[in-house]
């Protein structure tokens, strides 16, 4: 399944209690659990104002269906088309996808 990066924007999140964390988690698991498996959470990343969250998912519609369903926001979503590294910076790195798949 391709995988997504989720920005949604929640004034204050970053100042959120644990309890107010796992609040909004157990309302995104809900959500998931009534979509599986055309969906699946993998992690979130809490700052200031915003959760930036990596998804799995058919599309990005089922995105989008699990923040209406789940009433979050969304304020952008973007596929991940390949993930980098400091390894990505090695030579090596270079040589590696340079070579043909087996």
Not at 32 to 44: F, G, K, N, T, V
Not at 69 to 77: H, K, M, T, V
């Amino acid at each position: 399944m391709p995988k997504y990066v989720i920005e949604r924007t929640i004034p204050g999140v970053g100042a959120f209690s644990p309890n107010q964390l796992h609040d909004i988690s157990c309302a995104s698991n809900g959500v998931l659990a009534e979509m599986a498996p055309r969906a699946q959470w993998i992690q979130s990343y809490v700052t200031e104002d915003k959760l930036y969250c990596v998804y799995v998912a058919d599309d990005a519609n089922a995105v989008r269906e699990h923040a209406s369903r789940g009433g979050f926001p969304l304020d952008s979503i973007e596929r991940v088309h390949s993930t980098i590294d400091p390894t990505t910076g090695e030579p090596s790195s270079i040589e590696a996808s340079a070579r043909p798949a087996p």
